[in-house]
């Protein structure tokens, strides 16, 4: 069977569990997305188990049925199977099968036991598969799936369609897979959640274009032992991207966002990328008014590496004055945004998220932000004095400047600002805004790059190259020349193009503007001399 079927299956069972909510009444419920991902998550476990204990036990690979192989296990026996498990598979008891669930599916309150066994898995991985909040509790991998169905004498009979399904694939056949591979199966998993009600924070799924270009330009040269953060990590897309640059075993991942929602998909994503050990890492809340990672004397952690597609616009007015304390003097060095009489909906917030990127990053570190194209040329407030900031200290990589409609959602251009510590020379300016090829994405127009054009972007960023009207390579003091502007557009030269021409060409183009303006003025005189004329026949009745 090729990766392409595998793929296939897989999200044929995405689609099935899919329908099954929606025969229930939770299609576009607002749970819906817990119910999906939840199961899909047990599901991956349960053979993620498989495929590990058979690599151990090879006897288990040949048995007919090596559930029942393992239940004839002793207490102690199946205590050092558990103990050579990786810490990236969860351990599950043989009651947590999925096949034991099937052989059980007749049992009255079959529903209970389902919800049963998920929060008894939850329990038992407590410590591995738990994001935790700014506050310190922990956020367990599974609910109560079924009480989501408000008509409890329909619960049964939903578990039994879940539990059918699931019985009827296998996984073990994707664990060799790469990150390739879990990124498409993720996008598509999530595809229908991909939204935030309120429409408060950046979309949970950065393009792949963008998410590619960030972590090509970042990662272009072996690195290992370092960390990785998002203050604004959304469903992880950035992270994902970055960490498979890195090696997803050579980096530590950290993160925060506010939404439990975009949690929960990030700690799917770590589960499915290899990224388990940086689950512990993952923090759910709110990143501007309680950062939670911290060194042992208590400061702000410092990161190697920093990804972010930060809000740009949130009304954050209810807790802007907190912010203003001499604990954040440091962190928020050019200002806080001030609330606005109208529109409190419009709160820069993004500018809050640089400050602290750029205040959190390590001696040696890089970053890549997200941010509308605005940033890059205001010529005050607190956007100009960020940019002043990344050029005086010297911590400025470059900037590229996307196509419109890069983010199918939003109408806003986007720019991708790079940092450095370690750059102290030439800055690289790209303007992309002409690549791509516009495509419908639902209602929305989406401009869409093709590998050829990501790879121009990249290429021409890390090999420093100077291509017309395309970018430019600058140094800092012709930054501050040009009023610290970072737009590509305005280093440009301004061309001239001289024609050979004869004398006598010359003299007859000459003439020909003459008589052109000549003709422009008697026309202009006319309708003068007209609308003199209908002027006094106004006044004369």
Request: negative net charge; aromatic residues 10%; contains cysteine.
């Amino acid at each position: 069977m090729t990766d392409l079927d595998f793929k296939e299956k897989t999200k044929a069972l995405i689609d099935s569990l899919k329908s099954i909510s929606a025969n229930y009444g939770l299609g576009n419920d607002g749970n819906e997305f817990k119910i999906i991902t939840q199961v899909f998550l047990y599901k991956f476990m349960n053979d993620k188990f498989a495929f590990e204990v058979k690599k151990i036990e090879p006897n288990l690979k040949q048995a007919d049925n090596w559930e029942e192989v393992v239940k004839s296990y002793s207490e102690d026996d199946y205590e050092m199977l558990l103990l050579q498990l990786g810490a990236d598979t969860a351990k599950l008891k043989p009651q947590h099968f999925i096949s034991e669930l099937f052989s059980r599916q007749n049992e009255s309150d079959f529903a209970k036991l389902f919800d049963d066994t998920l929060l008894d898995i939850a329990i038992t991985n407590n410590d591995i598969f738990s994001v935790k909040t700014d506050g310190g509790a922990k956020v367990v991998l599974f609910d109560r799936i079924t009480e989501y169905i408000s008509d409890g004498s329909k619960r049964d009979a939903f578990a039994k369609a879940i539990i059918n399904k699931l019985v009827g694939v296998s996984f073990e056949h994707i664990f060799h897979q790469k990150f390739d591979f879990y990124a498409t199966i993720f996008e598509y998993l999530i595809k229908d959640y991909n939204t935030n009600s309120g429409g408060k924070y950046a979309e949970y799924f950065t393009p792949h274009a963008v998410a590619k270009i960030m972590a090509a330009i970042l990662v272009n040269e072996p690195d290992q032992n370092v960390t990785v953060y998002d203050p604004s990590a959304g469903s992880g897309t950035l992270l994902m991207n970055i960490a498979h640059a890195i090696g997803e075993d050579k980096c530590t991942i950290y993160s925060q966002d506010v939404s439990q929602k975009s949690s929960s998909l990030l700690r799917l994503n770590l589960i499915l990328n290899n990224l388990v050990h940086s689950i512990q890492n993952i923090i759910q809340g709110n990143t501007i008014l309680h950062p939670y990672h911290k060194d042992k004397e208590g400061n702000l952690e410092k990161f190697d590496y920093i990804v972010s597609n930060p809000p740009f616009k949130l009304d954050f007015s209810d807790y802007r004055d907190d912010l203003d304390s001499k604990e954040n003097n440091e962190r928020f060095f050019a200002g806080i945004p001030k609330v606005p009489n109208k529109a409190k909906e419009k709160m820069a917030i993004y500018l809050l998220f640089l400050q602290h990127i750029m205040h959190t990053l390590s001696k040696k570190g890089k970053a890549a932000i997200v941010v509308p194209t605005g940033f890059i040329t205001a010529q005050s407030g607190i956007d100009k004095k960020i940019r002043e900031k990344m050029v005086e200290s010297k911590m400025l990589a470059g900037v590229v400047s996307m196509p419109s409609n890069i983010f199918a959602t939003t109408g806003t251009n986007v720019s991708i600002v790079f940092l450095d510590k370690g750059n102290t020379n030439e800055v690289v300016l790209i303007d992309a805004s002409n690549l791509g090829e516009t495509v419908k994405e639902g209602k929305n127009q989406k401009t869409v790059l093709t590998p050829a054009e990501e790879q121009q972007i990249i290429d021409t960023f890390n090999q420093k190259k100077a291509v017309d009207d395309f970018s430019v390579v600058v140094s800092y003091d012709e930054i501050k020349q040009k009023n610290y502007s970072l737009s590509a557009g305005q280093y440009f030269e301004v061309k001239i193009e001289y024609v050979d021409i004869t004398a006598e060409e010359f003299a007859a183009k000459m003439k020909d503007f003459e008589n052109n303006l000549n003709q422009l003025f008697a026309e202009g005189r006319a309708l003068e001399m007209e609308i003199q004329n209908n002027l006094k026949g106004l006044r004369y009745e």
